[in-house]
């Protein structure tokens, strides 16, 4: 089937990288220098997914060919390429709408690529067949209704402990809430050494185990959503015990299901596991659409690594696999990782110092604590990265955001609207 079409109007080097990218992807990337081009396209093609436009160079061009976006029956949305200096001239007077985004200079054109795929699954572009009818959707022929819809699973695992899995679940979870406008279930599944909730300032939540142990005297079962508290950034995080002598009641089955329901009032449900493979990591496994395996560039943890892509094959879970190497910037290269692990790096964070626990003894994610850091930057990549590549129905634009179009989403990392 084909993919949907970009318009791009950015200056020649960009374009020309921008465009290589767009087109290895199985975009149709289409170069646009002027309104009127901009205009002829539109008439012509009704597959144009996203318009890339400049919000630098030449404002006045791109006020123009952002007005041609949103003319008429048009709403395409517009991810604005700005340096961080040309943000105070990005008033669009009220024009904008919540699926707009902008980009900051300097950028890689992968990343950029990455956001333009998560900007048309959120948007459910149609594509044209051969003959120049409108047959389906980027996720299939028909549009889901709301009763269909299903968040994302996605486990956070590796045998070996120390990797940054608790790290990881924390930021991803809080990006994909904060910035990218989702509803997150947080949850700790590691019910040895688990501390999501401590180290997001939560003291004395009820757990699963609570909820469970009462259900037994009043048999009133609660949903993982009703139990789960919500932390300041908006994150709902559910614990499973607060201590490992009381999870006898966690029968994995029954908890693998209610991880499973709990899809239906979430976008995303993030899953920190215990480094094991027993029966309760193993039930999770088969639910799971997404695993990211953290790997820092040590030999224990590579092996660990490696034993898990083992594992997993006979799990019947290893296309499900992805690796996201941790502390990216020690030394070994992401190409003789995924070599050596036989796992594509779904992304890269670089290592952050104290940062992160800056931000855990405040009781905060770095998202939150640290938003203009470049490692968060390697956290949005990666989200974008999940959204890109997630079922269709887990990539809902939320209704929350107001970005620097008065309405439209500021998802760049390094500068925030106030």
Known sequence: MPRSAVAIALPPAELAAVSAQLTEAGYDAIAVNTA???????????????AILDGENDFNRTIEMYS????????????????ARALDRMGLAGRARVSDEYFTRPYSAESLRWRVEAMLIRAEVPTDDSTGGVIATE???????????????????????????????????????IRKGQRVLLVDCDTVTGHVA?????????????????????????????????????????????????T?????????????????????????MHPDYGPLNQVIFERADKIIVPVTPDVPAIRAAVQFREVAVELEIRDRLAMVVNRANSGVS?????????????????????????????????????????????IEDLCDRLIATAEPSAAKVGSGFMGIFGGGRNTNPSVRAS
């Open 68 to 83: 041609l976006l949103h003319d008429e029956d048009r709403n395409i949305p517009a991810l604005m390429v700005v340096a």
């Open 139 to 177: 996720s299939g022929p028909a549009m889901e209704t709301a009763d269909s819809r299903r968040g994302q699973i996605v486990i956070v695992f590796n045998p070996k402990g120390g990797v940054g899995k608790t790290t990881i679940a924390v930021n991803v979870a809080s990006m994909l809430q």
């Open 198 to 246: 401590s180290s997001l300032g939560m003291e004395n939540v009820r757990t699963v185990a609570d909820a469970w142990t009462e259900d037994l005297t009043t048999a009133v079962a609660e949903s993982f959503a009703e139990i789960a508290s919500t932390h300041h950034n908006g994150v709902a995080v559910l614990v499973m015990a607060e201590s490992p002598l009381h």
């Open 248 to 272: 006898e009641i966690l029968e994995p089955k029954r908890v693998a299901e209610a991880i499973t329901a709990a899809r239906q009032a979430f976008d995303w449900v993030v899953v920190d």
């Open 36 to 50: 009127e081009e901009l205009k002829t396209l539109l008439d012509l093609r009704r597959d144009i997914g996203v």
């Open 334 to 378: 992401v190409a003789d990782m995924e070599r050596t692990v036989g796992m594509p790096a779904l992304a890269e964070v670089r290592s952050a110092g104290m940062l992160f626990v800056r931000a855990a003894n405040e009781g905060r994610s770095a998202v939150e604590r640290f938003p203009k850091e470049k490692v968060i930057e390697d």
